[in-house]
């Protein structure tokens, strides 16, 4: 069975770091792509990043290009989001998502699996 | 970015009635890539249909996904007490990914 973990999420003064990280198990992790998902209290689900499959490819949405950083660790399973310069726009649950894609060179684009999610809040 | 509009944004049905609902595309989606997925409260979401018509695993064939271009439909044939949630529509065809902003489908 696919378990995706999200953890680390919690409040954050704004101009503060936090990373987070989603524990991966059930598949061969080091296959396929993943990406983070956002989703602001209230609000629809917005795509913040993306890696392929052994890290040497990523991407973000222009608004948190620069500050957010995606990373994985695939000897632990394990993916990561470092988030730097946080706003109070920033203020979500976090997702991480797999990509069904085990092409080396292109994602699918869409998520088969989420993780649970786990809420950012960026607050003084 | 291409911009995805959901139409309605709460459609009020009973269960055992048929629901329709609407993605709009700013711009023609590429190859049909569009996904829909399912949301309910507190809850990650959960994929329905990706490339427009094709079901994702598990999912009970009275989900369908129709469209191409701008415009594309989900359509659930018969509804029943589980369905009642907030659906979500994707691009993948262009970078970056968007959603819409989703129809809520509440009971009647």
């Known amino acids: 069975e696919v378990q995706l973990v999200e953890s680390g999420g919690g409040l954050v003064q704004p101009g503060g770091s936090l990373r987070l990280s989603c524990a991966a198990s059930g598949f061969t992790f080091s296959s396929y792509w993943m990406h983070w998902v956002r989703q602001a209290p209230g609000k629809g689900l917005v795509w913040v990043s993306r890696i392929n499959s052994d890290g040497s490819s990523t991407s973000y949405a222009d608004s948190v290009k620069g500050r957010f950083t995606i990373s994985r660790d695939n000897a632990k399973n394990t993916l990561y989001l470092q988030m730097n310069s946080l706003r109070a726009e920033d203020t979500a649950v976090y997702y991480c998502?797999?990509?069904?894609?085990?092409?080396?060179?292109?994602?699918?684009?869409?998520?088969?699996?989420w993780g649970q999610g786990t809420l950012v809040t960026v607050s003084s | 970015e291409i911009v995805l509009t959901q139409s309605p944004a709460t459609l009020s049905l009973s269960p055992g009635e048929r629901a329709t609902l609407s993605c709009g595309a700013s711009q023609s989606v590429s190859s049909s890539y569009l996904a829909w997925y399912q949301q309910k409260p507190g809850l990650a979401p959960r994929l329905l249909i990706y490339d427009a018509s094709s079901r994702a695993t598990g999912i009970p064939d009275r989900f369908s996904g129709s469209g191409s271009g701008t415009d594309f439909t989900l359509t659930i044939s018969r509804l029943e007490p589980e369905d009642f949630a907030v659906y979500y529509c994707?691009?993948?065809?262009?970078?970056?990914?968007?959603f819409g902003q989703g129809t809520k489908l509440e009971i009647k």
């Open positions: 998502a797999r990509d069904p894609s085990q092409n080396y060179y292109d994602s699918s684009g869409y998520s088969d699996y």
């Open positions: 994707q691009q993948y065809g262009s970078s970056p990914g968007t």
